[in-house]
């Protein structure tokens, strides 16, 4: 049962806006990505906004994306669901995601990729500072074409805990971030063009104002969460100490006054390597050979995206 206080502040949240933050300063552009150019990338394929029947005005996206695939796939849907609204970046190392609450009329896309088959551990930590307060989430799993697992259930679990009523599930594939021959490429334009159609369902199901809990694969318990460490290291003769990689990394594992260094710290995220504007950053060689190695058996053959309602 609720508190009265809580009570209170629920309503308050009904009657006011409905999404709000504490500051701003984390509403982000995931400006550390716009060397993807992403924008340009994505223009040939956008919708126009809210086309379909049921799509709110503007969808929240809480994004964690250290490489730009999955906030990819998480504005394709928005952008067929009414619109990228504020967007999340739980990639930011230093805010204050407790100040992030919704309220019921909010919809929100919440996506994250699959490490080890997981939810990234400190997208866990971040999500559980937010408060859901009744909002719908659509939870989106991005993978680089080996398999996502447990992902979308642990993302259900974390979401209905802190509030979300969690009413869809996407399972979608980008480039592997690790060994990039993998998903090369993707999400493709017939990507985006199936993440329209699974828009187009989710919006009739949001129409019928059906919050049901979808159908989501994976286990509980859930696999353990072992990720094996890979840590960037630097080429000293190429860094010229800008310190873009300590300021994009999301757990500051990267001193800004020395950034030839990579803390224990480190989660392997491999966004260091892909803001390097020197190409100074890269996984030792071998490690990387050996990963690839493992991973061709697995990943080879094109995986498909997947809608869970
Ligand atoms: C530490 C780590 C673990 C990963 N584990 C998986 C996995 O279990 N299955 C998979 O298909 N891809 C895996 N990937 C690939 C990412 O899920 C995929 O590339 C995703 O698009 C990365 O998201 P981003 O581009 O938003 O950073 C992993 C990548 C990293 C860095
Ligand atoms: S982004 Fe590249 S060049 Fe800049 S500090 Fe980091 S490693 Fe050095
Ligand atoms: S140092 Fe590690 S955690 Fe930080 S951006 Fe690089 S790979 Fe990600």
Known sequence: MKSKSKQTENMKYTHSICFSTGFAGYILALGALSAYNEKKRLSTFLPNRGQFKGANLSMKLI???????????????????????????????????????????????????????RVPAIAVTRLRQIQGHGAA????????????????????DVLTEQGFQCVAGVGAIAEHSIARQYGAG?????????????AQQIADKLARHDHSAPALPGNRPYRPYAPSPMHPQTDAEQCTNCGTCARACPVGAIPLDAPQQTLETCISCMRCIRVCPEQARALPAALLAGITQKLQPVCSQPKQNELFL
């Open 137 to 156: 989430a659509i939870l989106v799993a991005v993978y680089g074409n080996r398999a996502f697992e447990d992902t979308l259930v642990e993302l259900h």
């Open 186 to 198: 993707r999400p493709n334009a017939k990507d985006l063009e199936q993440l329209t159609a699974f």
């Open 63 to 117: 994004v964690f994306s250290p490489t730009g695939g999955t906030h990819r796939v998480a504005v394709q849907l928005a952008q067929s669901l009414g619109g990228v609204g504020q967007t999340i970046d739980l990639c930011c190392a230093d805010a204050d995601f407790s100040a992030v609450s919704f309220c019921a009329d909010d919809q929100c896309i919440v996506a994250v990729p699959a490490f080890a088959g």
